[in-house]
């Protein structure tokens, strides 16, 4: 049976993530209320604009479901905005502070390719749009990629956390991480 992951919509390009996950043979569910989040085998944290993002989170009633969906142990995926959200000073689900804008405003957006310490397959190419970086993190977060010294790409436990947008490449493997590690879940595995 097809894993089922949802995808936050309340703003943001949700709709290319939901794509990229049902092309991967996931069953995706768009999340705007709590109940979307009820059977859920993993969840994406798109990117966006984080400030609109948390009020959504605030005015659903999303915010302790989503920690309760998380702390339980779902996979998780966060890119771009969703780092932020995810951060310490948002849904507190990721021990890093994230520094909102830091590569510079949207005429500052490039691409880059980057090396993924634990993703198989050589370089990923990373479109960052108004980018985050990781400006502190705790013991327990893993650095999986950096740009200029600074971190881009974050691990911990189940969370993983990207400041950039793989949903806008041909380049599958983040969002197949995702995938893999929900139905080992649905499966009765231990995701890695």
């Known amino acids: 049976m097809a894993p089922r992951i949802g995808v936050?919509?309340?703003?943001?390009d949700f709709e290319v993530h939901a794509s990229v996950l049902e092309e991967l043979g996931a069953e995706p569910r768009v999340v705007r209320v709590p109940e979307?989040?009820?059977?859920l085998d993993g969840i994406v944290i798109p990117g966006g604009e984080s400030t609109t993002m948390s009020?959504?989170?605030?005015?659903?009633?999303?915010?302790?479901?989503?920690?309760q969906l998380v702390?339980?142990?779902?996979?998780t995926l966060g890119t771009c905005a969703g780092l932020i959200?995810?951060?310490?000073?948002?849904?507190?689900?990721?021990?890093?502070?994230?520094?909102?804008?830091?590569f510079g405003r949207q005429v500052r957006s490039f691409e880059s390719d980057v090396e993924l310490r634990g993703l198989d397959g050589g370089t990923l190419r990373a479109v960052f749009i108004?980018?985050?970086?990781?400006?502190?993190?705790?013991?327990?977060?893993?650095?999986?990629?950096?740009?200029?010294?600074h971190p881009v790409a974050?691990?911990?436990?189940?969370?993983?956390?990207?400041?950039?947008?793989p949903e806008l490449t041909d380049d599958r493997r983040l969002h197949r991480w995702l995938v893999e590690r929900a139905g080992l879940g649905r499966n009765g595995g231990t995701p890695a």
């Open 8 to 12: 936050l919509a309340l703003q943001g």
């Open 36 to 39: 979307d989040l009820e059977g």
């Open 55 to 67: 009020m959504g989170i605030e005015r659903e009633g999303l915010a302790e479901p989503l920690r």
């Open 71 to 75: 702390e339980a142990g779902t996979p």
């Open 85 to 102: 959200v995810l951060d310490r000073d948002h849904l507190g689900l990721l021990d890093v502070r994230a520094e909102r804008n830091a």
């Open 130 to 149: 108004r980018a985050p970086w990781v400006e502190e993190r705790g013991e327990e977060v893993e650095v999986l990629a950096e740009v200029d010294g």
């Open 154 to 165: 974050v691990r911990q436990g189940n969370v993983m956390a990207v400041a950039f947008h």
